[in-house]
């Protein structure tokens, strides 16, 4: 946008004055970001209001994109930089004599999102608008956030996210007059009517107000702005009398109020399965609404829409979707099926058994009586449609009900034309394992969109130094374009420009240094080696692996304090589901490791642990950059993507690997040479799994060094940790070792020996990192959506 900079300074005391009649020099970091905030909310008003109008009348195709979590961390930085001005403001805050960085630090981190489903989901909606592509996003505005975890004595505790405070969200317009209602409970009758169809009839609903609040989305340096629309739920004016106690009202308020902590896994809880229905009914009923603007026919619906089921907690999508078509409009069966099939299109975004949802069809009932009704004809109509074609056996296995239950994925595949795993890998192993029946039917729906990530947040914005550099070696094109980083490789033999990117990195973790010191009195030495994992805490992530390797190295040290060996930093971040035990006691470990290592002299700073609480997009935005290594240790076959390893390679830390996910791709981009890929291929994983031949407790007894570290745990070397030591013992050789750690261990430690050794070669190393810098631009989010609204959703973009 045109700005000058003495302009801005204008507006900016001019909003202070305003929101809070103070002087600049006189206001609070938060006042400051607020008005900040206000002023670029002035900014973009007018695109933002024209928006929906101009695509209503141009009548533009436009996909909506579901999701139940959006996590787009903190939004300032990102809008500036999207609207052209974070310089200026940068530029004007100098001169004003403000911090910008105390200001950025006052907002608080949107965490509506678990990890890697979340927070694609944002960089969807980034994306989406950079490319002008007319995409809005549909979710909750949950009252909590995911936790804030804190550590004590080890322990994770989980304290409320109470983000939007006493006065909202400072990027949310609240839409009153956009209001549905929703229903949900009571008893359904059906009726003939006139026209021969059914009307149903409710009996005693909880009738729920939706009530939209809108965030925009703005494009990167493009004017456009999208919408995100966030719900929240309300009881309805004429239902009041219903709710005088505060505990019948908080029933009400319970749903919009949290944000199911789990992270690839399901609980079948009632409230979650209301607010699954309660985002997609007050979306379609919206969408619906602003279709029939364009005065065309409801049966062509799927001409102007797309609406996206995002993992299968939107995939009530599909039966309500019919509902309305045919209850509220009188669209007869067959029309609203052909729309309804043609509008809508899924992301499974893994494949664990465990997060694949399935409901109880009484609790289905009880909470959705209409729309269990349709699903069970959905059902139907699909062995019907399908009987005689293909074996029994195949029909039986991809039903919607089955055994009692309603199977959500099953629902979307069926109930939509696209099916879409998110890495090649996973789509490979959707295709020919997990869901290889519904290939056999639908092979056409079936595709792969690997994941992608906001590149401008994860160097731009998080990474400047490093940015600044790559300005001064190809200009600053790259930053609007960012297959430019590609010409990168022409300095990989340059050793004046490997040591200023080596530089660079070390200023980093610095950086990231004094925030250890500062929040955990922990020292760190910037040349050690920064080896980080970050994610959320899982079995098949497989931190414990981790972990082993650093009781190894402690051992190593121990036997012989004179080993040669480059100092080592492990950094991990990550939090536990609250009701995951194993997860528990492994960040408990890792605490207990830590201080073990951290408070043995005799290691001489060899070795160093360092679990930073309460991880999240923010801390990713400090962490990231000052990272070595990268740390991508899941069992092979089960991380469906992935996708803090593509903001890692693209911050020329060195991925170390299993060929899971889409680390596979990010081989394939840099090559063999500047990557290191260790452990069991997906093929092996599955072998065992066929053959049961598997046996850690072998393993453990036969190899000395397996025996000792994994003794550790029990022998009390380890202190404070008992039973969580015999947890995870009793994991790794009574319940022979789920994701195959002991298997991996050898593989795992001779790929951390090779890292050891080619850090000491600075040259060598600072050309992998550079090679990695170089080659990130194809894990663009933008380049992924584009293929999103070229393959899937069918809109136009620029
Ligand atoms: C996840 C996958 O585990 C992760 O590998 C993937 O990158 C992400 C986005 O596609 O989706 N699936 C999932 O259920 N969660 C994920 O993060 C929570």
Redesign the pocket.
Known sequence: MELTKEQFIRDFKDQLHRDFIVKINESTDEERFLALAHLIKKYISTPWLERRHDLVEEDVKTAYYFSIEFLPGRMLETNLLNLGILDLVEDAFKDVDVDFSDVVNAEKDMALG?????R?AAAFMDSLATIGAPGFGNGIRYKYGLFKQKIVDGYQIELPDAWLGTDGNVWETKKPHSAVEVKIYGKVYLYPNKEGNFEPFYEDPTILRAVPYDIAQIGFQNGVVNNLRLWDVEIPESEEDKYRTIEDRRKIEDITNILYPD??SYEGKSLRLIQEYFMVSAGLQTIIKNYLKTGKDLKDIHELVAVHIN?THPALAVPEFMRILMDDYGVVWEDAWNSTVKVMSY?N??I?AE?LEKWDCNLFKEILPRIYQIVNEIDSRYVEEVSGKFPGKIIENTRIIRNEKIHMANLSIIGGHSVNG??KLHTDLLISDVLNDFYQIYPEKFNNKT?GIIVRRWSQISNPLMSDEIDKLIGKEWRSDIHQLKNLEKFITDEKVLNEFYEVKKENKKKLAAYVKETQGIELNPDAIFDVQVK?LHAYKRQLLNLLHIIKLYWDIKDNPDIDMVPRVFIFGAKAAPGYRFAKSVIKLINEVANLVNNDESLQDKLKVVFLPNYNVTLAELIIPASDVSEQISTAGK?????SNMKFMMNGAITLATLD??NIEIKDAVGDDNIVIFGMNTDEVYDHYEKHDYNARKLYEENPTINRVVNTFIDGTILNSQSEGQEIYDALIRHNDEYFLLEDFESYVNAQKYINDIYRDKIRWSQMALNNIANSGRFSADDTIRLYAEEIWNIKHN
Request: proline fraction near 0%; avoid cysteine.
């Open positions: 678990n990890g890697g489903l979340g694609l992270d690839s993992d992301t975004h893994t664990l997060a998110v890495a994941n959320r991380e469906a993507s992935g996708t996910g889409a």
